[in-house]
């Protein structure tokens, strides 16, 4: 069963591909398989020359809770776990390659890995009362998926290093002040539908160049997969969750 959804691309005239992530049995945990099923629906997107923009949501309670406690990997050798870390990280971070737009809504409780997949967007709208954590320190591992690069590039990297040490738990309004989210709406409903309309109207009229990423750096994503398989090895190869969802 896929965990990702390719709600509708391209579809009349509106241009846009919605991508959902559907997962909501394990808040969208950024397993391998919702990882490789992400990847899989922005190749076939990005294929379709129609498509003028992209909008990355979710469905459940959670937008995505990062990395999948349920997951262990204390048999696997460090080479193999830092390049299953390296192939999920790539399919997380090609919504930065394609050659559109793409807008993130973002909603519930969005720590570590969630808030990496999401700034992998060139815009980001959340429901009014998201929140969002580091969530690296406290658990004991690397950034992945560019985390460590995005983060300082969105925010800078004064905001970012408090972020990271104080691991505070941000609300949608400081979010914002921070430059972290674009806008933040009322609801699930409203952050999505807002989403849509932006993308629609970047579609219509052409590409908005501040929407654009620049692709992430597989060194980067290398490094950052190598780290982070040796904190998890020594943690006995468990994501170790942040808190009970």
Same mark, same amino acid.
């Given at each position: 069963?896929?965990?990702?959804?390719?709600?509708?691309?391209?579809?009349?005239?509106?241009?846009? &591909?919605? @991508?959902?992530?559907?997962?909501?049995?394990?808040?969208?945990?950024?397993?391998?398989?919702?990882?490789?099923? !992400?990847?899989?629906?922005?190749? *076939?997107?990005?294929?379709?020359?129609?498509?003028?923009?992209?909008?990355?949501?979710?469905?459940?309670?959670?937008?995505? @809770? &990062?990395?999948? +406690? *349920?997951?262990?990997?204390?048999?696997? +050798?460090?080479?193999?776990?830092?390049?299953?870390?390296?192939?999920?990280?790539?399919?997380? #971070?090609?919504?930065?390659? /394609?050659?559109?737009?793409?807008?993130?809504?973002?909603?519930? *409780?969005? +720590? &570590?890995?969630?808030?990496? !997949?999401?700034?992998?967007?060139?815009?980001? @709208?959340?429901?009014?009362?998201?929140?969002?954590?580091?969530?690296?320190?406290?658990?004991?591992?690397?950034?992945?998926?560019?985390?460590?690069?995005?983060?300082?590039?969105?925010?800078?990297?004064?905001?970012?290093?408090?972020?990271? !040490?104080?691991?505070?738990? /941000?609300?949608?309004?400081?979010?914002?002040? /921070?430059?972290?989210?674009?806008?933040?709406?009322? &609801?699930?409903?409203?952050?999505?539908?807002?989403?849509?309309?932006?993308?629609?109207?970047?579609?219509? *009229?052409?590409?908005?160049?501040?929407?654009?990423?620049? +692709?992430?750096?597989?060194?980067?994503?290398?490094?950052?997969? @190598?780290?982070?398989?040796? #904190?998890? /090895?020594?943690?006995?190869?468990?994501?170790?969750?942040?808190?009970?969802?």
């Amino acid at each position: 069963e896929r965990r990702v959804r390719l709600c509708c691309a391209a579809a009349g005239p509106t241009r846009v &591909g919605v @991508i959902e992530l559907s997962d909501g049995a394990h808040f969208n945990a950024l397993s391998m398989q919702l990882s490789m099923d !992400l990847g899989m629906a922005l190749a *076939h997107v990005s294929q379709r020359a129609a498509v003028g923009a992209i909008v990355l949501q979710a469905a459940g309670p959670h937008f995505c @809770i &990062g990395a999948n +406690p *349920h997951e262990r990997h204390e048999t696997m +050798p460090l080479a193999d776990l830092a390049s299953a870390l390296f192939t999920l990280s790539r399919c997380c #971070c090609s919504l930065r390659s /394609l050659a559109v737009p793409a807008l993130a809504a973002v909603h519930g *409780h969005v +720590p &570590g890995g969630g808030v990496a !997949l999401c700034l992998n967007a060139g815009y980001l @709208i959340c429901m009014a009362a998201c929140t969002f954590e580091h969530g690296n320190l406290p658990r004991g591992v690397c950034p992945l998926g560019g985390f460590s690069q995005t983060l300082v590039s969105r925010v800078g990297r004064t905001v970012a290093l408090a972020f990271y !040490l104080t691991n505070a738990v /941000l609300g949608a309004a400081d979010a914002a002040s /921070l430059r972290l989210v674009d806008e933040a709406w009322a &609801g699930v409903c409203a952050a999505q539908k807002r989403a849509l309309q932006l993308a629609e109207h970047t579609a219509s *009229h052409g590409v908005d160049a501040l929407m654009l990423m620049r +692709p992430t750096d597989a060194g980067t994503l290398g490094r950052e997969a @190598i780290g982070h398989a040796e #904190c998890r /090895l020594i943690h006995g190869g468990e994501a170790r969750p942040l808190r009970e969802f």
